[in-house]
């Protein structure tokens, strides 16, 4: 199984976290299901930017960027070329590395 490792990020992931993830699963449910609370205020449905991350390694492994998701992109705090929405990035069998944006377009954090 692949590992995706977490850097640091003051409020999220203090310390940064390394866990392993099934294969298929999108980056958004893998930081949930490890106790990343990540937002995600469109309940993960592309509505949204608020799951961005930035792909510092493993980039290529997540699959194409749809048009979608590349629009909503434009709109992301700390856009960057390896920005990606967490919700439409599936693990594959590659490991990663993601580093979490110090903010969101949110004003205030939604409780999920």
Partial sequence: MPVIKILP?????PA????QAEPGVSVCEALLENG????????MSCACTT???VV????????EIDEIEEDLLD???GLTPTSRLSCQAIVSDEDL?????????NH?????
């Fill in 108 to 112: 205030a954090r939604e409780n999920h």
């Fill in 51 to 53: 799951c961005h991350v």
């Fill in 75 to 77: 709109k992301a705090w």
């Fill in 16 to 19: 940064g976290d390394e866990f």
């Fill in 36 to 43: 990343i609370e990540i937002e995600h205020a469109c309940e």
């Fill in 9 to 13: 990020h003051a409020q999220l992931c």
């Fill in 56 to 63: 510092k390694r493993g980039f290529d492994s997540l699959g």
């Fill in 97 to 105: 590395t993601i580093e979490l944006p110090k903010y969101t377009i």
